[in-house]
């Protein structure tokens, strides 16, 4: 019976240890993911800061919308879109890419105001809602969501963020890359 107790033990022992061993690595990885996230998120900003001090074409689409809302009154809806553009051979003309978005909006008297920040890929890799003292971030790596960083209420789940891009950027896409 103590041969028996002692194997259980060192099973349990062993299987915490590779657990705490997984969340250590798992730590580290969402550390470099949030560090590539950051270092992206700079670049981008320091993009459109560069092209307006330049005087160059901003590479941004501004989309308002004005409605009302049953139940909520007015909304006035803004989505500024920052992309870049290649030349497509196949095509003849200029692709377009989203590279960053943000959006602010208001549902009755609370304003809201996100972003959005893709890859290479246009794979959503950070999104950050803000209303009032609540703060809502999520972190996207290779693998999926490396971190989530809550302050105050959670104002949107991954899933849902992770939608809202898709839609969109569809949205952009079917404004700016449309075919004649």
């Given at each position: 019976?103590?041969?028996?107790?002692?194997?259980i033990?060192?099973?349990?022992?062993?299987?915490?240890?590779?657990?705490?061993?997984?969340?250590?690595?798992?730590?580290?990885?969402?550390t470099?993911?949030?560090?590539?996230?950051?270092?992206?998120?700079?670049?981008?900003?320091?993009?459109?800061?560069?092209?307006?001090?330049?005087e160059?074409?901003?590479?941004?689409?501004?989309?308002?919308s004005?409605?009302?809302?049953?139940?909520a009154?007015p909304?006035?809806?803004?989505?500024?879109?920052?992309?870049?553009?290649?030349?497509?051979?196949d095509?003849?003309?200029?692709?377009?890419?989203?590279?960053?978005?943000?959006?602010?909006?208001?549902?009755?008297?609370?304003?809201?105001?996100?972003?959005?920040?893709?890859?290479?890929e246009?794979?959503?890799?950070?999104?950050?809602e803000?209303?009032?003292?609540?703060?809502?971030?999520?972190?996207?790596?290779?693998?999926?969501?490396?971190?989530?960083?809550?302050?105050?209420?959670?104002?949107?789940?991954?899933v849902?963020?992770?939608?809202?891009?898709?839609?969109?950027?569809?949205?952009?896409?079917?404004?700016?890359?449309?075919?004649?």
């Amino acid at each position: 019976m103590k041969k028996l107790f002692m194997i259980i033990m060192l099973a349990v022992a062993g299987n915490m240890a590779a657990q705490g061993q997984t969340s250590a690595g798992t730590a580290k990885k969402a550390t470099e993911v949030v560090a590539d996230v950051r270092k992206r998120y700079a670049e981008a900003k320091e993009r459109q800061k560069f092209r307006k001090k330049a005087e160059l074409p901003p590479n941004e689409t501004v989309v308002t919308s004005d409605y009302m809302a049953a139940g909520a009154g007015p909304v006035k809806d803004v989505t500024h879109y920052y992309y870049s553009g290649d030349f497509d051979e196949d095509l003849g003309r200029e692709v377009y890419s989203v590279e960053f978005m943000s959006r602010k909006y208001n549902v009755g008297a609370i304003e809201y105001y996100q972003e959005f920040l893709f890859d290479g890929e246009e794979s959503l890799i950070f999104y950050f809602e803000k209303s009032g003292t609540n703060e809502t971030r999520y972190y996207w790596g290779k693998d999926g969501l490396a971190k989530e960083d809550v302050k105050g209420e959670r104002l949107m789940d991954e899933v849902f963020a992770s939608r809202l891009s898709y839609e969109l950027k569809n949205a952009f896409h079917l404004l700016m890359n449309r075919e004649f």
